[in-house]
Nanobody
Framework: QVQLVESGGGWVQAGGSLRLSCLSSGLTFSTYSMGWFRQAPGKEREFVAG????????AYADFVKGRFTISRDNVKNTVYLQMNSLNPEDTAVYYC?????????????????WGQGTQVTVSS
């Protein structure tokens, strides 16, 4: 079966960095657009960043532009999210998502597979 397993979350002070990874199995990774979403306590899940199948196009939510970078390695079946200049508002559970037919800016209604999420906590 398809599995998306996130790792790399944790606790960091404001201004710090974290790198999230999402290892996929059970699907032809190189044919999927991949994305990261997040859900903060009491808020709805929202798009963070996305990347198309070959890494040629990326998209970011306005609130992370210039701070986060999404990338992928189709040999390792892994998508990454480098997060720099973190602030407390970035505290959330971060989810990896796979979208067979989407572009770089995924929407939740068309996501085919979700990971279980990894917690990111940023303290002030």
């Amino acid at each position: 079966q398809v599995q998306l397993v996130e790792s790399g979350g944790g606790w960091v002070q404001a201004g710090g960095s974290l790198r999230l990874s999402c290892l996929s199995s059970g699907l032809t990774f190189s044919t999927y657009s991949m994305g990261w979403f997040r859900q903060a306590p009491g808020k709805e899940r929202e798009f963070v960043a996305g990347i198309i199948w070959n890494g040629g196009t990326t998209a970011y939510a306005d609130f992370v532009k210039g701070r986060f970078t999404i990338s992928r390695d189709n040999v390792k079946n892994t998508v990454y999210l480098q997060m720099n200049s973190l602030n407390p508002e970035d505290t959330a559970v971060y989810y990896c998502a796979a979208d067979k037919w989407g572009g770089s800016r995924q929407v939740q209604t068309t996501i085919d597979y979700w990971g279980q999420g990894t917690q990111v906590t940023v303290s002030s």
